[in-house]
């Protein structure tokens, strides 16, 4: 049975996996947006985790015909993950689009007895830690979310991450 993720753990363990990897200088101070490097470490993240690699796919459709960034799906339960990066001066469409799929994510955690929890992962580069917080204010205000961060995702370098989690209520 799939138990809700610790997103503190999540945190915690990205960034050591980041850390560790020979592309994580170049990752973390390079401004632009990194979107599949995350979706494909997140994966070995997970597993380490004690997520079985078979249920991590990055194929999961809404009914709605919008698509997940990443699932794990286990037997009938899911957790979805929303990615987005945000790099100052190049996101004026992801700042209207992303709070559109976050309460997308929250709908369907509400209407759906098969997700047990939605996550999303956001990193910010060249943003004011002001700013940072404002849009995680902005974009998570809804009471059900778990904000982690933003912290630098590896210290010394300027690229950070907010976890948030939504858990569908018992």
Same mark, same amino acid.
């Given at each position: 049975m799939l138990s809700p993720l610790d997103i503190k753990e999540l945190f915690s363990k990205m960034a050591a996996h980041t850390a560790a990897c020979s592309s994580s200088q170049f990752l973390c101070s390079?401004?632009?947006?990194?979107? @599949?490097?995350?979706?494909?470490?997140?994966? $070995?993240?997970?597993?380490?985790?004690?997520? $079985?690699?078979?249920d991590i796919s990055?194929?999961?459709?809404f009914p709605d015909g919008g698509k997940a960034d990443l699932c794990i799906q286990s037997s009938s339960e899911v957790i979805l993950f929303e990615l987005k990066p945000f790099v100052?001066? #190049?996101?004026?469409?992801?700042k209207i689009e992303y709070p559109r #799929?976050?309460?997308?994510?929250?709908?369907?955690?509400?209407?759906? @007895?098969?997700?047990?929890q939605v996550i999303t992962f956001t990193t910010f580069y060249g943003y004011t830690e002001y700013r940072m917080r404002k849009f995680s204010e902005d974009f998570f205000s809804d009471p059900r979310w778990e904000i982690v961060g933003p912290n630098p995702l590896v210290e010394g370098y300027p690229l950070y991450l907010v976890l948030t989690s939504a858990v569908r209520p018992k």
């Open positions: 390079t401004r632009a947006s990194f979107e @599949s490097w995350f979706r494909v470490e997140l994966v $070995p993240v997970l597993v380490h985790m004690g997520i $079985p690699f078979q990055p194929d999961f459709t100052s001066g #190049q996101d004026s469409n992801k #799929q976050i309460n997308r994510l929250l709908k369907y955690l509400s209407e759906n @007895s098969n997700f047990l």
